[in-house]
């Protein structure tokens, strides 16, 4: 746990006049754990999506796995072989069965045979506990099921990095369990994860550090023992307290 | 009070409704008096309508108009001796509609569908070269499962068989309709010749064939973000869109000779194609697009998250979602276009109309415009509906609506 495999320096975006992100900067060092929160409109989703170029930053550097993030198309390419990401709506390919939603990429991007994928996402699909499902559509699947699919389904491209924006809210409460226990499953065996989640019990569980964002800046960052017992910014403090309280 | 509680292990069946054909009448024709009163009324209409027509068919009607020349209305003057050619391209089509279903449709209960459905239209077609030679037919209906037995028995190589034999078809069609050289093997078949039903399917099929990747081409030009692509698209689509068609086919047909040099001269019929094509494309143009538009922007991240070029986001993603939610509009459409095909007849092409109008001018069937239009009537709705009901099926084998 050396060197930094995500570096971002004074990171800016707006939406039309809307200053999203304000100067993020950040380095994340390989095989971490960070879970970012803070109220929504934040910009937590803007600052990960600019990981991997679903949103463009105007100003500032992002580089990951040493790659510069800039209008180079091989660029952005190459960065989204190595990161993975999970979104809160799941975005599972309504068309394709589980096993063909998890290996199009791996066929497709990284050129592997079938056969060698197809086995890799069974692989997979035994980790996130359902196998079972591989030839099922997603529509046939339950909230939670699919979510773990669609962590298959990034896990299969073998990402250095892994990007979850807010993938247990808009779970029922009782399949949000099921899918932080596989998160919990990845981040114990070693990748980079930066996850955007309001589930505390898990960001103390395996967070190496926390990242609180509000108004597109980062406000505060620490382990969650100094997060949470001792937080630094009454901002934090107040959320917290907002949070933890019901 | 207690809440009777039912266990998992003891539901209850639904119950089964009886009906006798008088409680059915009761319920759905006569369950009051006003409900009694509009039901004679209605009753005694149709009664008066279905008498009307079926006299009109048994007793006044005289078929001659039809009966002697149903050879015309089929393939027009192509000339008999080369009606092998056409029977060669019809148990190719069979023979890859039974491969077809066998590669492509989940569902076995599809074999009742084939066995129902070619008849049909094979019936019409043996009617089309006037030779009702039955075993020809059932040998048909024989290939047609071979295929579709032969598909479900090597479902890899029939897959790849039936791909090319896609690719290859129209191209085979035209080429063995056509033919090459003045004499020897398949001797040429001028355009001239062809007519009635099969200059018809030729057209719309055609235009179908052509219109659809082109269209689909242009949708995406449309959304491109690159300004001329998107530009030309633009301008392309609402110019023909603003244009009917009839007058596309009088400019091919009457202005266009007049720009190219003289001497040279294209065919009449690729003229009428190629008005055809390019009026379809710009309407298929937007009901992709509207296809496009409902693919939810998650989509389209959740590829490029994975890494999926822009290609390939097309092809595998967006495009397959898009043109499922559109299979009903597209439908409508090339049936629309299939009946279409008949405003040919007004630059003087001699397809189904064009030789119904033909066979109406000659002094012995003087009167019979009646007979005549619903005969062909009745052929445009045979392969209306057969395209209609296989866009059902197909919708359903795609699962369209359930995932």
Known sequence: MSEPIIICRDVHKWYGQFHALRGISMEVKKGEVIVIFGPSGSGKSTFIRTINRLEEHQKGTIIVDGIELTHDVRNIAAIRKEVGMVFQQFNLFPHLTVMQNITLGPIQVRKWKKEKAEEIAMQLLERVGIPEQAFKYPGQLSGGQQQRVAIARAMAMQPKIMLFDEPTSALDPEMIKEVLDVMTGLAQSGITMIVVIHEMGFARAVADRMVFFDQGMIVESGTPEDVFHNPQEDRTKLFLSQILQH | ?403
């Open chain 2, 1 to 403: 009070m207690t809440t009777q509680v039912t266990t998992p292990n003891e539901v209850l069946p639904p119950p089964t409704e009886r009906y006798t054909i008088l409680g059915w009448l009761h319920k759905n024709l006569f369950s009051d008096w006003f409900n009694s009163i509009l039901s004679i009324i209605a009753g005694a209409f149709v009664f008066v309508i279905v008498r009307g027509l079926l006299r009109w068919l048994f007793v006044t009607a005289q078929w001659a108009a039809i009966n002697d020349n149903i050879s015309l209305y089929m393939k027009g003057q192509y000339p008999g001796a080369e009606d092998w050619r056409l029977w060669l391209l019809i148990y190719l089509a069979v023979l890859l509609t039974g491969l077809m279903w066998g590669v492509f449709m989940r569902r076995t209960s599809a074999i009742t569908w084939v066995l129902m459905m070619m008849p049909l239209i094979l019936g019409g077609w043996v009617f089309a070269l006037g030779k009702p030679s039955w075993w020809l037919v059932a040998l048909l209906d024989i290939v047609g499962i071979a295929g579709y037995l032969l598909a479900k028995r090597f479902p890899q190589t029939s897959k790849r068989l039936t791909v090319t034999l896609l690719l290859l078809y129209m191209p085979l069609v035209i080429l063995v309709i056509r033919g090459f050289g003045e004499t020897g093997f398949l001797p040429r078949v001028g355009t001239n010749l062809w007519g009635g039903l099969l200059l018809s399917l030729l057209l719309a099929i055609i235009g179908i064939v052509f219109s659809f990747p082109i269209g689909v081409l242009l949708a995406l030009g449309r959304q491109s973000k690159m300004p001329a692509l998107k530009t030309l698209s633009i301008i392309y689509i609402e110019v023909i869109r603003g244009v009917p068609l009839i007058t596309l086919l009088f400019m091919g047909q009457v202005m266009l000779p007049f720009f190219l040099p003289a001497g040279l001269t294209i065919d009449r019929v690729i003229r009428a194609v190629v008005a055809i094509i390019m009026f379809a494309a710009a309407y298929m143009a937007e009901n992709v697009r509207g296809g496009l538009q409902s693919i939810p922007q998650g989509q389209f991240e959740a590829a490029d998250a994975i890494g999926l070029s822009g290609m390939q986001k097309m092809v595998h993603i967006i495009l397959p979602q898009a043109l499922r939610t559109v299979i009903p509009v597209l439908v409508g459409q090339f049936i629309g276009l299939f009946k279409d095909t008949s405003l040919v007849a007004l630059v003087g092409l001699l397809d189904l109309l064009g030789i119904a109008r033909g066979i109406l001018a000659n002094p012995s069937y003087i009167g019979r415009q009646l007979e005549v239009f619903a005969f062909i009537a009745l052929i445009y709705w045979i392969f209306s509906y057969a395209m209609s009901y296989a866009a059902r099926r197909l919708e359903i084998s795609l699962g369209v609506g359930e995932r």
